[in-house]
C-alpha cells in the first residue's frame, strides 16, 4: 500500500475497487471499467482492499475475491459499500445485504452492467 498516490481534484465518477491476486487479469479487467467511465483502484487481496476503504476515500463498489471475513468486514463498517464477489463455491450467505455474486471467467460488458445496476440501488444509511 505504500506506492498509492491519492490526487485531489473533482473526479465524480464512481469509484470501484478491484479485488485481484494475479496483475494480469487485474490490468484486463480495469482497462474496460476505466473506458467505460469508471474510477477504479487496485487491490492485491482483502486486506489491501480493506485498507483503501479505510483510508477515507469515498468507494462505491467491491469487485473481486474477497475472504468471508473481509466480506463481513465490510459490511459491518461500510454499509454504503456495494459488493460484487467472486463467486468460487462461497456461500452467498456470507454477504451483506447490497452483494451480487459474478462468476469466472469475467466477462466485461455484463460485468458493467451488473456494476451499473449495482449503483443505481440506492444506498444503504449508517
Not at 498509492?4 to 484486463?28: H, N, S
Not at 487491490?43 to 466480506?71: H, Q
Request: charge should be neutral; hydrophobic fraction near 50%; glycine fraction near 6%.
Amino acid at each position: 500500500m505504500n506506492n498509492v498516490i491519492y490526487l485531489a481534484g473533482r473526479d465524480q465518477r464512481a469509484c470501484i475497487v478491484l479485488v485481484e491476486r494475479d496483475p494480469l487479469v487485474r490490468m484486463a479487467l480495469a482497462a474496460p471499467l476505466r473506458q467505460a467511465g469508471l474510477s477504479v483502484l487496485e487491490a492485491v487481496d482483502s486486506s489491501e482492499a480493506l485498507a483503501l476503504l479505510r483510508s477515507g476515500r469515498t468507494i462505491a463498489v467491491v469487485l473481486g475475491e474477497l475472504n468471508p471475513d473481509a466480506a463481513a468486514a465490510i459490511g459491518r463498517e461500510f454499509a454504503e459499500v456495494k459488493l460484487l464477489v467472486e463467486c468460487a463455491g462461497d456461500s452467498p450467505s456470507m454477504l451483506h445485504g447490497d452483494a451480487a455474486m459474478v462468476g469466472r471467467p469475467y466477462n466485461p460488458p455484463k460485468l458493467l452492467q451488473t456494476i451499473n445496476a449495482l449503483l443505481s440501488q440506492p444506498k444503504i444509511q449508517k
